[in-house]
Nanobody
Framework: QVQFVESGGGLVQPGGSLRLSCAAS????????MGWYRQAPGKQRELVAA???????NYADSVKGRFTISRDNAKNSVYLQMKSLKPEDTAVYYC??????????WGQGTQVTVSS
């Protein structure tokens, strides 16, 4: 039912910026907390940022102060503005509900590569 399509990733130099977008299907998006997850090669998927339907936000310590999550319910979209990117931020980034809802499948994600 609910689908997520991530976009905006790419190759960026350390210290650079990227803005990720997530387009979701279904009106249920309006009432759920959404988050951005990432998975680096050989590592577990981790939650890096979350935003509630009331737009309360939370961030992993590793990205706090550098990443900003936002949402536009009218567009069924969630965004992740990333700045001061570090090589450690290299990962595939996914959007999904927080906490996970098994009704909501993972999308393909979008690759972010931070390299000099």
């Amino acid at each position: 039912q609910v689908q997520f399509v991530e976009s905006g990733g790419g190759l960026v130099q350390p210290g650079g910026s990227l803005r990720l977008s997530c387009a979701a299907s279904g009106t249920i998006f309006r009432i759920i907390t959404m988050g951005w997850y990432r998975q680096a090669p050989g590592k577990q998927r981790e939650l890096v940022a979350a935003i509630s339907n009331g737009e309360s936000t939370n961030y992993a310590d590793s990205v706090k102060g550098r990443f900003t999550i936002s949402r536009d319910n009218a567009k069924n979209s969630v965004y992740l503005q990333m700045k001061s990117l570090k090589p450690e931020d290299t990962a595939v980034y996914y959007c999904n509900s927080v906490p996970r809802d098994l009704r909501f499948n993972w999308g393909q994600g979008t690759q972010v590569t931070v390299s000099s």
